[in-house]
């Protein structure tokens, strides 16, 4: 089980789909085949760059159809993509471009850059090791050159390229990394994982097959292509299926329902929050959602009452979660669109084709269904390690090639894994473990809830207790329940819901009521935030 490169499955897509759009906006399309030349004649302009094979070049931009071109032709110039988020200040992304140590940086100019700033500009006016001896190109200089190299050649009808390209296509292996992708950095300094072309395509044909996602499929893109859920389970997921991806370069919930509405959306993949919103939009305007047909979430805890909701309210063929990693190349389990609510909202599913599952206890023992313990994985969707520290990689990765995640899981007889939480995250409340993941589960199911984030806070008399975050429903709960808004939420209610479902040293001694929950780059709830927040202001709601 090796996989293919990801030019392969380009080339391929171009064979296979050649005048199916592969990528739109308001303004551009693209279909397969022209986003296969696109992107040979990207990679002749980066060998003119002096891009050599193995070259890192980092991507600094938001979501746009030149991403895309940029991410593929790196990958056929037998380049390395090292993503950065768009929304990183210059300091932080000068740490990954210095570490990665990349040779070139296209970024997003004045015209197309993030609330109008000049990420370009902006790397080439940073002091310090940012640009030394790289070169900042912005994505319009770079898309302007590469399309003169499309009319080059467009009479071919095959992508066209110059023979240094053709040969390092020749001698790409599915062994060699694709992406450094590094880690969002919640656990201390962010790391950058080293992927592989062949895990890449291994792992999202998987995903593929399991989500149904297919030929003409439309899918709008929230996730930053900087994350491995963009440029992976987007790009790459495209390039599989023959979807077509419309980047959206900032989530815009008038946009997207929008788009709904006009029938341009068949699948969309995003975590709960997104979800949340985008119901309660098209609930507002009556919006007819017949053409969606699946909707993929996970990342955080997915409530069941929204799972209902997105069955009911949206009419789906199915609704799929997941669990993955980065150093897991994005997932590991999922569920499978026959499975049962209880299933989808209760569970992250089964392991995927080649993936091997433990759950270990302190002891490094397996444990027994049904007990807590971390969840390890082994397979070809793990990382080739961490760049630059054969320390961090070996303290994740064991001898036998099994993946330490840090997450702590269960897994029931019918082998559906279920995450607890992270093992830095759990709240030892007088001795005793309580999972923050299982306390927000129960609060988020309540109907007065939206959403809920749970971090231990100090008590002088047990050590810790749980600290909940909540985020309102914005209408009324329903008969019988107290009507809920921004200022505020029946309490009392909330905590007699947990204590009907929890063990009294679960249930959170303190409430604080917000408009909203932070978020990290990667779309999950930002705990350290929470905890710094907490930190500086005592009590709760």
């Not at 899918?219 to 959206?248: D, E, W």
């Not at 929050?273 to 609930?283: K, N, W």
């Not at 789906?316 to 993955?324: D, H, P, W």
Request: aromatic fraction near 4%; include cysteine; hydrophobic fraction near 45%.
């Amino acid at each position: 089980m090796t996989g293919q490169t990801i030019p392969a499955v380009l080339a391929a897509a171009a064979r296979r789909f050649a005048d199916v759009p592969a990528v739109v906006d308001d303004h551009r399309r693209l279909t397969f085949a022209d986003l296969h030349r696109a992107s040979f004649a990207g990679a002749a302009v980066l060998v003119g760059y002096g891009v050599a094979p193995g070259d890192r070049v980092a991507l600094w931009g938001a979501n746009s159809i030149d991403w895309v071109v940029a991410d593929l032709a790196v990958l056929c110039a037998g380049g390395v993509v090292v993503p950065v988020n768009h929304r990183y200040r210059p300091a932080e992304a000068a740490d990954i471009v210095s570490r990665a140590d990349c040779r070139l940086v296209l970024a997003d100019g004045p015209a197309d850059g993030p609330a109008g700033r000049d990420l370009a500009d902006e790397a080439l006016s940073l002091d310090g090791g940012f640009v030394a001896g790289r070169r900042v190109v912005a994505f319009a200089d770079w898309a302007a050159e590469v399309a003169a190299e499309v009319a080059a050649t467009v009479p071919a009808k095959d992508a066209a390229t110059d023979p240094q390209v053709e040969a390092r296509l020749g001698d790409l292996t599915p062994g060699q990394v694709s992406h450094i992708q590094f880690t969002s950095g919640t656990t201390g300094r962010p790391k950058g994982a080293m992927l592989t072309h062949g895990a890449m395509t291994l792992t999202t044909a998987t995903w593929v097959d399991v989500v149904g996602l297919r030929l003409g499929d439309g899918y709008p893109v929230v996730a930053p292509f900087s994350h491995i859920g963009g440029h992976k389970t987007a790009i790459v997921a495209g390039l599989t299926s023959g979807a077509t991806l419309r980047p959206m370069p900032a989530l815009d919930v008038d946009a997207l329902v929008d788009l709904v509405g006009r029938g341009a959306v068949s699948f969309l993949q995003g975590p709960p929050a997104l979800f949340h919103t985008l119901l309660a939009e098209v609930v507002r305007r009556g919006t007819d959602t017949s053409a969606v047909r699946s909707v993929v979430t996970g990342a955080a805890v997915v409530p069941p009452e929204l799972v209902r909701r997105l069955y009911d309210v949206l009419g789906l063929e199915a609704v799929i979660t997941s669990y993955g990693i980065t150093e897991a190349t994005g997932v590991c389990t999922m569920t499978r669109p026959d499975d049962p609510v209880a299933v989808v909202a209760g569970t992250c599913g089964r392991p995927i084709d080649g993936v091997d599952l433990r759950i270990c206890g302190p002891d490094g023992r397996d444990q027994p269904a049904g007990e807590p313990g971390e969840v390890l994985v082994r397979g070809p969707n793990v990382m080739a390690g961490y760049l630059d520290d054969p320390a961090a990689t070996a303290e994740v990765i064991d001898g036998d090639g099994w993946l330490h995640t840090g997450d702590v899981g269960t897994v029931g007889p019918d082998g559906n894994l279920r995450i607890l939480d992270r093992l830095k995250d759990m709240v030892v409340v007088g001795g005793l473990n309580v999972y923050p993941a299982e306390v927000e589960r129960v609060l988020a199911d309540h109907p007065a809830v939206d959403q809920a984030a749970v971090i231990g806070v100090p008590d002088d008399r047990m050590g810790e207790v749980p600290l909940a975050f909540v985020v309102p429903a914005a209408t009324p709960a329903g008969a019988g329940q107290a009507t809920v808004g921004v200022a505020g939420v029946d309490v009392a209610g909330l905590e007699a819901h947990c204590r009907e479902q929890l063990a009294g040293f679960k249930v959170p001694r303190r409430y604080r009521v917000v408009d909203r929950l932070p978020m990290n780059p990667a779309g999950k709830v930002d705990k350290p935030a929470l905890r710094a927040q907490a930190a500086e202001s005592a009590g709760g709601a």
